[in-house]
């Protein structure tokens, strides 16, 4: 079986960096241990090795299809599904009381990233069904809980989001899919949805769409948008299932994922279609955002996991590949010793350490904010700092490894040359795969203006500031270590350019110049991005120097070495570049605005 994950690096993280085991002693997480959590880990691989990683090919050279008026899918799809709620995966998160193990959303997002590395086309599947049943769980009345939960957690019905319309897209204001209510107190719901994933196929018993959609007479834009469960099928008073008026209308024909579909979806063309309001009338799209924020960390997650994949498949190469002679003193080749394998060549090696570098410290990142997850959910005194600093990370958790994660897969895709452009090898695919990432869930502009536009400035600058506060206590640990002084020098000095760049683009806010406040929002994204995942960096620096002086033999010490060289290498190569992004965004002159020169014809 081929590498497409590292076990003990996801373990060093969780565990060491992490320090998973503290979270444990937690009320809510005290009944797992180390042990119990690496064994849910171990089976997660051996599904992972058995079911998903060996069909990954075949699901991208036979995509999904529509035909028949209905999506048809990888026929393993069905007893993965069906695996996956057997191994509890789909309610990995869940309270026990509603049949999940109630384990933390970090080990349930290191379950997911392991069958994402193995085959990224599945696993998408059973996370919107769990975000689905999980939006029913936290806001619809309990009724729907019973009706419906179950079912999505076992596998045997499938959850979804529907947000996308034709004509609106990410511009949630302008949907126009409709909601009569009914004298039974359901409504009559009316409307296109596009770009569903998993939004239809024959091996589920039910879909239950949580679709966002529009009372007759609700208030104009996101103000007057509702949330209503809408299932393929309605439940009769027998349990038996009738068809619900949700057509398929087609599906969409991709780059890559091409195994996951993604579904048109036509809501009640004969007027027949019953949705189930949740929770108020016209807060829809709050009780929608928890599902968004969730998938956002997700859709990261993908993106660090197919760069984790990608990886391997070219660090397998590099180490099988002969290519070229080493260079000698004066720029001569040894042609007497023959070719030489291409990870000897220090080009190849700064692509490999590049993508391990941003995968590594993308799986971190995903871990960190897992973490601040769990402990706003379990530690109810503190909630609102961990909730701050969860609020900051989220759209740097769904940018930066699906941005940074297409550079790595396009390093790794370069070391193979020739071949890596040709199909025979899997790097194009992952190629192909990882370019949606930074699109699903809010496209990186729109996650940009979220992190510039809101966060940054929200309560007053508070939630920068409780996240400044966390990378300058790392800073300090880090500059008690010999190995590290420089280091955390220099992620240090990074803080007094987000303060000036900050200085810069404020007044222009208050100024009442918004457009022109976030119109470089991406590129302070970017900057950003790169220092929390260098805060990452530091911090697995410190786990692995202290690793180093101690006794501990839990891991080898070419391993812990090996983490300090990748977090220099990230230092050098990577956040090296912040200071000319920080005076690109500093400069006076703006050239995107509408009113600057026109487009030529």
Same mark, same amino acid.
């Given at each position: 079986?081929?590498?497409?994950?590292?076990?003990?690096?996801?373990?060093?993280?969780?565990?060491?960096?992490?320090?998973?085991?503290?979270?444990?002693?937690?009320?809510?997480?005290?009944?797992?241990?180390?042990?119990?959590?690496?064994?849910?880990?171990?089976?997660?691989?051996?599904?992972?090795?058995?079911?998903?990683?060996?069909?990954?090919?075949?699901?991208?050279?036979?995509?999904?299809?529509?035909?028949?008026?209905?999506?048809?899918?990888?026929?393993?799809?069905?007893?993965?599904?069906?695996?996956?709620?057997?191994?509890?995966?789909?309610?990995?998160?869940?309270?026990?009381?509603?049949?999940?193990?109630?384990?933390?959303?970090?080990?349930?997002?290191?379950?997911?990233?392991?069958?994402?590395?193995?085959?990224?086309?599945?696993?998408?599947?059973?996370?919107?069904?769990?975000?689905?049943?999980?939006?029913? /769980?936290?806001?619809?009345?309990?009724?729907?809980?019973?009706?419906?939960?179950?079912?999505?957690? /076992?596998?045997?019905?499938?959850?979804?989001?529907?947000?996308?319309?034709?004509?609106?897209?990410?511009?949630?204001?302008?949907?126009?899919?409709?909601?009569?209510?009914?004298?039974?107190?359901?409504?009559?719901?009316?409307?296109?949805?596009?770009?569903?994933?998993?939004?239809?196929?024959?091996?589920?018993?039910?879909?239950?769409?949580?679709?966002?959609?529009?009372?007759?007479?609700?208030?104009?834009?996101?103000?007057?948008?509702?949330?209503?469960?809408?299932?393929?099928?309605?439940?009769?008073?027998?349990?038996?299932?009738?068809?619900?008026?949700?057509?398929?209308?087609?599906?969409?024909?991709?780059?890559?994922?091409?195994?996951?579909?993604?579904?048109?979806?036509?809501?009640?063309?004969?007027?027949?279609?019953?949705?189930?309001?949740?929770?108020?009338?016209?807060?829809?799209?709050?009780?929608?955002?928890?599902?968004?924020?969730?998938?956002?960390?997700?859709?990261?997650?993908?993106?660090?996991?197919?760069?984790?994949?990608?990886?391997?498949?070219?660090?397998?190469?590099?180490?099988?590949?002969?290519?070229?002679?080493?260079?000698?003193?004066?720029?001569?080749?040894?042609?007497?010793?023959?070719?030489?394998?291409?990870?000897?060549?220090?080009?190849?090696?700064?692509?490999?350490?590049?993508?391990?570098?941003?995968?590594?410290?993308?799986?971190?990142?995903?871990?960190?904010? /897992?973490?601040?997850?769990?402990?706003?959910?379990?530690?109810?005194?503190?909630?609102?700092?961990?909730?701050?600093?969860?609020?900051?990370?989220?759209?740097?958790?769904?940018?930066?490894?699906?941005?940074?994660?297409?550079?790595?897969?396009?390093?790794?895709?370069?070391?193979?040359?020739?071949?890596?452009?040709?199909?025979?090898?899997?790097?194009?695919?992952?190629?192909?795969?990882?370019?949606?990432?930074?699109?699903?869930?809010?496209?990186?502009?729109?996650?940009?203006?979220?992190?510039?536009?809101?966060?940054?400035?929200?309560?007053?600058?508070?939630?920068?500031?409780?996240?400044?506060?966390?990378?300058?206590?790392?800073?300090?640990?880090?500059?008690?270590?010999?190995?590290?002084?420089?280091?955390?020098?220099?992620?240090?000095?990074?803080?007094?350019?987000?303060?000036?760049?900050?200085?810069?683009?404020?007044?222009?806010?208050?100024?009442?110049?918004?457009?022109?406040?976030?119109?470089?929002?991406?590129?302070?994204?970017?900057?950003?991005?790169?220092?929390?995942?260098?805060?990452?960096?530091?911090?697995?620096?410190?786990?692995?120097?202290?690793?180093?002086?101690?006794?501990?033999?839990?891991?080898?010490?070419?391993?812990?070495?090996?983490?300090?060289?990748?977090?220099?290498?990230?230092?050098?190569?990577?956040?090296?570049?912040?200071?000319?992004?920080?005076?690109?965004?500093?400069?006076?002159?703006?050239?995107?605005?509408?009113?600057?020169?026109?487009?030529?014809?």
């Amino acid at each position: 079986m081929a590498a497409y994950f590292n076990m003990e690096t996801l373990k060093f993280l969780m565990f060491n960096v992490h320090k998973l085991e503290e979270l444990l002693l937690n009320e809510r997480y005290n009944a797992f241990d180390k042990e119990s959590i690496l064994l849910f880990l171990q089976s997660v691989a051996d599904f992972s090795d058995q079911d998903l990683y060996p069909i990954f090919k075949e699901m991208d050279e036979k995509p999904a299809k529509f035909s028949d008026g209905k999506i048809h899918v990888h026929p393993k799809i069905k007893d993965i599904l069906v695996k996956q709620g057997e191994l509890g995966i789909i309610g990995a998160s869940f309270d026990e009381s509603l049949g999940g193990l109630q384990l933390p959303a970090t080990v349930m997002h290191a379950a997911y990233f392991i069958m994402e590395a193995a085959n990224n086309h599945i696993p998408g599947y059973a996370g919107l069904t769990a975000g689905a049943a999980h939006l029913i /769980s936290s806001f619809a009345e309990t009724k729907y809980h019973e009706q419906y939960v179950p079912n999505m957690l /076992s596998g045997q019905w499938s959850g979804t989001m529907c947000l996308s319309e034709p004509q609106a897209g990410s511009g949630l204001s302008d949907i126009k899919c409709s909601a009569k209510l009914t004298d039974d107190g359901t409504y009559r719901i009316k409307g296109h949805k596009i770009f569903i994933s998993g939004g239809d196929h024959e091996y589920a018993g039910n879909i239950i769409h949580l679709l966002l959609a529009r009372i007759e007479g609700a208030p104009a834009g996101t103000k007057g948008i509702s949330l209503f469960i809408v299932p393929k099928y309605r439940i009769l008073s027998d349990q038996t299932l009738e068809n619900n008026d949700v057509i398929t209308a087609g599906d969409f024909q991709k780059m890559g994922q091409r195994g996951y579909c993604t579904a048109h979806l036509v809501f009640g063309d004969n007027e027949d279609c019953t949705g189930y309001l949740v929770g108020e009338p016209n807060k829809g799209l709050s009780y929608m955002f928890q599902m968004m924020n969730d998938a956002r960390i997700a859709v990261g997650r993908g993106g660090a996991a197919i760069a984790s994949a990608a990886y391997y498949a070219s660090l397998q190469y590099a180490q099988e590949r002969q290519q070229g002679r080493r260079m000698l003193s004066g720029g001569r080749k040894d042609d007497a010793a023959g070719p030489t394998l291409i990870i000897n060549h220090p080009d190849v090696r700064r692509m490999l350490f590049l993508q391990k570098a941003i995968y590594e410290g993308s799986l971190s990142l995903i871990l960190q904010s /897992s973490v601040y997850h769990d402990r706003e959910i379990s530690e109810k005194d503190n909630k609102k700092h961990w909730n701050l600093l969860l609020e900051f990370l989220t759209p740097i958790t769904k940018t930066y490894p699906s941005e940074k994660g297409k550079l790595a897969v396009d390093n790794g895709l370069q070391i193979l040359g020739g071949y890596g452009f040709c199909a025979d090898f899997i790097l194009q695919q992952y190629y192909r795969d990882i370019r949606i990432m930074s699109i699903y869930e809010g496209t990186t502009g729109i996650q940009s203006l979220d992190l510039l536009g809101r966060k940054v400035l929200m309560e007053n600058g508070l939630v920068l500031k409780t996240m400044m506060a966390e990378m300058l206590s790392t800073i300090s640990e880090g500059k008690k270590d010999e190995r590290l002084m420089a280091t955390a020098k220099e992620l240090e000095d990074q803080l007094p350019m987000v303060e000036a760049t900050l200085a810069h683009l404020i007044p222009i806010a208050m100024n009442g110049e918004p457009e022109k406040f976030v119109s470089d929002a991406t590129l302070f994204m970017e900057a950003i991005g790169t220092i929390v995942v260098a805060w990452q960096w530091l911090k697995i620096g410190i786990t692995a120097s202290n690793a180093l002086n101690s006794s501990d033999v839990s891991f080898s010490a070419s391993m812990l070495k090996n983490k300090l060289h990748t977090m220099r290498f990230f230092y050098k190569y990577e956040l090296g570049r912040n200071r000319s992004i920080f005076k690109i965004i500093q400069s006076d002159e703006v050239l995107t605005l509408a009113e600057d020169e026109a487009f030529p014809d």
